[in-house]
């Protein structure tokens, strides 16, 4: 029974005396590992997830107008499509919560708010395009003055139209025995089609290749 005793002390002894010499070893890397070297661990990604289109608060709007008064003011007209609701704004203006901040009507979109959030609303396609907080204040900080005024752009499409009044009218692509001989083949695929003929007679060598094709029937 003493031996019993005995041996179960010293295995005691021995797990009590291994267990401390582990401490020991482990703890004598303490002084390396608090100087970090492998660095600071990265921190937690903290940038929000970019909304999608489905998720912004402009996925209920739909831009019906993009209108531009002579004094260069630009209104632009938004349907609620939950509510069915209808209103203009202006630059500035806010209606039911939504704040017109910018609108081009170049590129014919316009850009709208409702709280922190911003989104891009496009006229003829009715895409909608949220902006993240970078494009927000790219937007914000984008100069307005470099838009043409109306008066800028009203001019400009008047010098346009007297230039091409005073451009020459385009050459003909076909001339003399040309333009004849497009005519005749012209004629030809028309009665080919079924379509109504041109008022260009046939020549014989025409009526005998529409016969031989069966297109017509053979004269008696």
């Known amino acids: ?13 021995f797990a009590t005396l291994f267990a401390v ?21 990265p921190p937690p990604d903290s940038t929000p ?13 739909r831009m019906s107008a993009l209108l531009e008064t002579e004094d260069g003011e630009i209104r632009i007209g938004l349907i609620n499509q939950q509510n069915n609701q209808n209103f203009f704004l202006t630059v500035g203006q ?23 959030e911003m989104a891009v ?10 902006l993240t907080a970078a494009e927000q204040q790219a ?44 005519l005749r083949d012209y004629q030809m695929e028309v009665i080919r089609q079924g379509l109504p003929p041109l008022p260009i007679p046939l020549t014989p060598e025409m009526d005998a290749q529409l016969v031989s094709e069966g297109v017509l029937p053979p004269m008696e």
Do not use: W
């Not at 997830?49 to 709007?61: I, N």
């Open 21 to 41: 010499q582990g401490m020991a070893d482990f703890t004598r890397y303490q002084v390396i590992l608090d100087r970090k070297p492998f660095g600071e661990p």
């Open 139 to 182: 937007r914000l900080a984008a100069p307005q003055s470099q838009r043409m005024s109306y008066a800028e752009r009203r001019a400009a499409r008047m010098q346009a139209q007297q230039q091409r009044a005073q451009e020459p009218p385009p050459e003909p692509k076909y001339k003399g025995e040309e333009l004849e001989r497009h």
């Open 94 to 116: 806010t209606e039911e919560g939504i704040e017109l901040v910018s609108a081009s009507y170049e590129d014919e979109e316009a850009v709208v708010r409702k709280g922190s």
């Open 121 to 130: 609303i496009k006229l003829q396609s009715g895409e909608i395009q949220p």
């Open 49 to 61: 997830r970019p909304l999608l289109p489905s998720e912004s608060f402009a996925r209920h709007l």
């Open 1 to 13: 029974m003493k031996n019993i005793v005995h041996r179960a002390a010293a295995i005691l002894l």
